[in-house]
């Protein structure tokens, strides 16, 4: 089983959801998704085992046999090369690694070449598998480390991905696939106009989800009336703790060292379930 731990911004608690649940669920795998800035080694502190670059293929013009057709540059929609002083000019930054521009040409004026774009890492914290990205500096986009993040472990049974923050290209790479959605909001309402971004993500792609309330204070109800609305069950309550910040601030698991939370969690996981079960009953009854 899949499951995707989202938030509509950063900072809401993605992280803390995650790797909580990867670490009281036996044998699970966690995978970081959020490949710009990967947090879950700070808590799991994984001894690395196995690492791995990630290559894209882009062009790379060979200006003796060019024959300024400008057929390439006709096919790319992604301005990833232009015409300029007579010679086509690449900006690999720009391209997706399509490989029409090579097609296009008659003339066999572009080959394509290897380009780093980051790496991947894999290793074990106890019994959780852990995989991570990192993508280089200044690189527009992860969607191809993620891709080869989710390939590396999809034989893994029981999967926590700790997604990107917001409803970008990556999100959506990573929830692609995945049975059950946790959304993680903060019971503001700048917090749940965030979260109904990525609600409506669920529904575009049809998977089941339920929310966890960061940072809960008693008698703020913005949160449980947004679910209730749109019919999302609460699947945890994590109270606006000193005690909590501290810990996650030394990057400690809060489940490892709070008992109740341990439960809460567990419990969590047994609520999603029950959600995920009844989706299925109700989905084959239509």
């Known amino acids: ?35 710009e800035e990967p947090n879950g080694a700070i808590f799991l ?40 002083k007579n010679k086509v000019t690449v900006f690999p930054e720009l391209c ?19 380009r780093s774009i980051g790496v991947i890492e894999e290793g074990v914290a106890g019994d959780v598998r852990f995989y991570h990205g990192i993508l280089n500096h200044n690189e527009p986009t992860g969607v191809a480390i993620i891709k080869e993040l989710l390939s590396s472990a999809v034989h893994q049974d029981k999967t926590i991905i700790d997604c990107p923050p917001g409803c970008s290209c990556s999100v959506m790479e990573s929830i692609d696939g995945c049975d059950f959605c946790i959304l993680v909001t903060e019971p503001t309402l700048f917090g749940i106009h965030n979260m109904n971004m990525v609600y409506e993500l669920t529904k575009l792609f049809s998977i089941p989800c339920g929310v966890v309330i960061n940072k809960a204070i008693t008698g703020n109800h913005v949160a449980h009336d947004f ?37 809460k969690f567990l419990d969590m996981h047994h609520a999603m379930m029950e959600v995920k079960a009844n989706e299925a009953v109700s989905h084959s009854q239509r």
């Open 1 to 35: 089983m899949k499951i995707c731990v989202l938030s509509g911004k950063g900072g809401a608690g993605k992280t803390l959801v995650a790797v909580n649940l990867a670490y009281v669920v036996h044998d699970s795998a966690y995978i970081d998704c959020d490949v």
């Open 96 to 114: 997706h690694s399509c490989g029409g521009c090579v097609k296009a040409c008659d003339f066999g004026a572009l080959k394509e070449i290897e």
């Open 227 to 263: 679910c209730r609305e749109h019919n999302i069950p609460i699947l945890m309550e994590i109270p606006f703790s000193k005690e909590i910040a501290r810990l996650s601030s030394e990057g400690l698991i809060i489940s490892s060292k709070l008992s109740d939370c341990r439960q």
């Open 45 to 84: 502190k994984s001894d690395i085992l196995k690492r791995k670059p990630v290559d894209v293929k882009v062009p790379e013009a060979i200006s003796e046999r060019c024959k300024g057709c400008r057929k390439c540059i006709q096919f790319c929609k992604f301005n990833a090369l232009a015409f300029i």
